[in-house]
């Protein structure tokens, strides 16, 4: 892994999530190399994207730079790692993630986490001494080791993933589940889902789910490493599919008890909770 630090002159974005008001990265590319990440396109250093996994820049001064552009900045909701993992391992070594957390959630912004990475729990204290407005969401695309390698490829592994969200849980910290991408005949069949909805269950967790976007830069790693994908198929994935999904998904959160929605309809479900029912 190649590490390349530089000092950035803006810290924190606008979001174009409508569930949040703000995004922050403290890392640009990631070690992680998952084969289905939408941010190979949208990595603007070209040797990162073009050797994922393997090139890592580290926004040195992010922190710094943060305090200044919160200076009347309005409070809302901000999404820590929307683009790239925010605990990957260069965060062990530079702790930015952590920086940012104490700068945000101690100037009365809310934070959400999104990461593969149980190094998070090294930050318990200070999410727990926030837990009014920070939560974690843990990806966990399936629970076979084997399979989730395959497209997942330097990843903690998925029991690793699923301590941490109970050791979260544990410290009353909010955790959520994203299950995604879904890919077709990868991670769709009923075992896989009735494994996760179990950990939601065991974890006090909701789920966030989504299925696969063949962006142009994941769909070329997925059709180069992944056996039998066909990214073309991909582009004409059957309504039929998603809509049986979908239907399988939900009777699941019935059953288990568990709240669960779509990331197309997550935004309803932040508003909802800053602001109280929508409808």
Known sequence: MKIIEYSVSKAISKSGMMELDYAINPYSGCFHRCLYCYAIDYTYQKDAASNWGEVIYVKKNIDLVLKRDIIGLPRGI????????????????????????????????????????????????????HR??????????????????????KTPSPSARIRALEKLNDEGIK???FLGPIVRNFND??????????????????????????????????????????????????????SDLVGRIEKLAEKYNVECNSQKDEWMAERGYNFGKLF
Do not use: C
């Not at 142009?216 to 599919?241: C, H, I, Q, T």
């Open 175 to 177: 955790t959520w589940i």
């Open 78 to 129: 901000v999404g820590l790692g929307t683009i790239t993992d925010p605990y990957q391992p260069a965060e062990a070594i530079y702790r930015l993630s952590r920086k940012i957390l104490e700068i945000l959630l101690g100037n009365g912004f809310r934070v959400t986490v999104q990461t593969k990475s149980p190094l998070v729990t090294r930050d318990v204290d200070v999410l727990s001494a």
């Open 189 to 242: 069949d009923n075992e896989n889902l009735r494994a996760i909805f179990e950990v939601a269950v065991s974890t006090g967790s909701r789920i966030i789910y989504d299925f696969y976007s063949p962006y142009r830069g994941a769909n070329s790693m997925m059709e180069r490493y992944l056996p039998g994908y066909d990214g073309r198929k991909v582009f004409n994935e059957s309504n039929v599919w998603k």
């Open 132 to 153: 009014s407005t920070a939560d974690v969401g843990i990806t966990i695309t399936t629970i076979n080791r084997a399979k989730s390698i395959t497209i997942e490829t």
